[in-house]
């Protein structure tokens, strides 16, 4: 009976020693390829020469209505991204009032937020919520506004969505189809006191932190299959839409892991999803620099019973429903060895606790009178000398990877504490151990309908003091941009008393940036937008609307009218007292957009000293046309500006590159203007001819700036040649 006892403790120490060995061949890949990753890792600062796509986030909501309302005023003003380039489309369940309530207050505030309520009651799958979205959330809503979205997002309803994200998927998508940013739990501040508190949450960072941080890189720079982790996931539409061509639907809706299930199969028809693993540079409130990595941050379970039901739901819809489903032979034997690697869990985790047990037997046979069952210098000896060396080697790779995600802090505590069978890493293989049971009796005795079901966990989120953290503040754009040196700048907070002056009036003092460097900083932190020059933008009509007494007391300069809004050139914030007064006086809402002080001084200057008759009737210029009749937002128009500087091409062709505006409504718009022109020229109205204006200084071909001038103040008849 010994023998048969010993043979069996040599098959499981046989077989650990395999599945460990799998993990050895990442890690020696992962340092193989790292240097040339090092070289080819992209500056931050490239992010804003590429123009904004508009960007849709989908994220699928049941009972979340702790936690939905903190998420989408969060995302809705932290993300650095212009605001009308990006719409957060959330799926409900027209059972679920109490997360329709938590969202209905904030779409009357946000216009780049819907809420699509799905047709039957939930829970249905995430992948059922997910492509109701998309085909009656996102397609009826360009359907109705004649726009189109090039990048579509999923996101989960607890997720603290990096602030440079979208710009930096903006600036990959579409050099590629599709790709997954990392994802690393939130842990508190770790000490002795809270980590026995916080251990089933803290296996959470250990895990990801080490696939995040080391084996999906290691993956994306072979040719291995990368998965998509659920969140923080983000395709180009061109892939969606040969996803939909080659098999009827976006999300198979019977998986449970359909994020993993969609990126397999992106891989079998030839579209590869990648990984990128970025930093920022941040500024903390102790003025020390950092490098924060650009990820999905969000809560785990903390409790056993949780995260044995979440993880559970992972490995049945990995290791059990995508192994029956995938054709294996599909895929190349890189793609392959991914797809064993990612199957394995479901026999890796399972001998995981006996290998523990039979660990504790044989220290306990050295100290009682017990049968040996591990001998001297036999195989199964060397085998478990072997594994110890190699679980000691996975705790220092674990720890590395901690260390540069959390700190030495949680790479000690996790890693080493106590140094022979550390709590928190046995800790998580034993929850994943009772995990992969879980989905071993799904399997095997669950019904259809419990394997299909969307079977969720309770979520959490931060308070607002503490998300105010994540916000972006000036010194991180600064270091973003390479405005300032980090060295600089820390110097420079370093000398700052508290309460003193802003720290942009400080920089400029020190010579360390320019007017027109902080305010091309602030018109993006604040979503302002910002413009250099606006000579040719000047209109002295305006000037009979805003009172010359107003503009020079508050040291503004009116720009654009539409509706019941101004929109004004300004070189500082103004106070809401300031604003206040502007709508008491003249019944408009003012807007900003900073602009440098001499600028003012010089628009200022000519606006009110022109002499400009106005005209009984004038029509209206073609930004306001496209603004007042809600075709195109202020900040959409401006980005158009800017591209169209660059690029030297026509306006209309612009806003339809940027997917803002579709062909027939330009072409409606453009005809009812051309008529409403017409009337007004029959009545006397003094028009420059489009020969005129070719052969002007107001012509397209002129300066980058004057084409500003020439697209919001000449009639339309002489636009109409450079829309088509």
Known sequence: MLYEIRILVISFLALALVFSLDDIVFDIYFYARLKTRSRNRLKIKDLDNVAPQLIAIFVPAWKEEKVIGDMLQNTLTTINYPKSFFHLFIGVYPNDIATQEAIRPLLACYKNLHMVINEINGPTTKANNINYIYHHGLKEYEENNGLSFSIIAIHDSEDIIHPTSLKLINYLIPSYSAIQLPVFPL????????????????????????????????????????PSAGTGFFISRSAVDKIESCRGYLLDEKSLTEDYELSVYMHKIGIKVHYFLEGVARVLQNGRIVNEFIATREFFPNTLREAVKQKARWIYGISFQSAKTIKFNDYNRYQQYSLIRDWKAKYANAITVPCY????????????????????????????????????????????????????????????????????????????????????????????????????????????????????????????????????????????????????????????????????????????????????????????????????????????????????????????????????????????????????????NTMYNTGFELKDSKPKRIGEVLIEEGLIEIDQLFQAFKTQKVTGRRLGEVLLNLNLISKDKLDVVLANHKVAVARLNSDGYPFVTHSELQTSNLGLRCLPSLCLFSLLHAPVRNLEPFFH
């Open 357 to 604: 047990l039979l660990f504790i037997y044989t220290l306990n046979s050295y100290l009682m009178s017990l049968p040996a069952l591990i001998t001297y210098r036999s195989l199964a000896w060397y085998l478990s000398l072997t594994l110890t060396a190699l679980a000691l080697e996975r705790q220092i790779m674990r720890a590395v990877a901690l260390k540069n995600v959390y700190g030495w802090r949680t790479a000690i505590l996790s890693n080493f504490l106590p140094p022979i069978l550390p709590i928190r890493f046995t800790w998580g293989n034993i929850i994943n151990f009772i995990a992969t049971l879980r989905a071993w009796r799904i399997h095997l005795f669950g019904s259809p309908k419990s394997k299909s079901k969307w079977d969720k966990t309770e979520h959490s989120y931060l308070s607002k003091n503490i998300l105010e953290t994540y916000r972006r503040k000036l010194g991180d754009l600064l270091l973003e941009k390479e405005i300032v040196e980090p060295q600089k700048l820390k110097l420079i907070l370093k000398g700052m008393k508290q309460g003193s002056a802003r720290l942009g009036e400080v920089l400029m003092e020190n010579g360390a940036i320019s007017e027109i460097q902080l305010l091309s900083v602030l018109g993006e932190l604040w979503g302002t937008g910002y413009l250099e020059d606006i000579e040719n933008l000047v209109n002295p009509a305006l000037a009979e609307i805003f009172p010359r007494g107003l503009a020079f007391k508050f040291q503004v300069v009116p720009l654009l009218l539409w509706g019941h809004k101004v929109l004004l050139a300004s070189s500082q914030a103004l106070a809401e007292a300031v604003k206040q007064e502007i709508t008491d006086k003249l019944s408009l809402e003012p807007l900003i957009i900073l602009v440098p002080s001499y600028e003012i001084q010089k628009a200022l």
């Open 187 to 226: 842990q508190p501040f770790p000490t002795m006191r809270n980590f026995i508190k916080f251990l089933t949450s803290g296996t959470y960072a250990d895990e990801f932190a080490e696939n995040h941080f080391r084996t999906m890189v290691a993956r994306e720079i072979g040719r291995f299959i990368v």
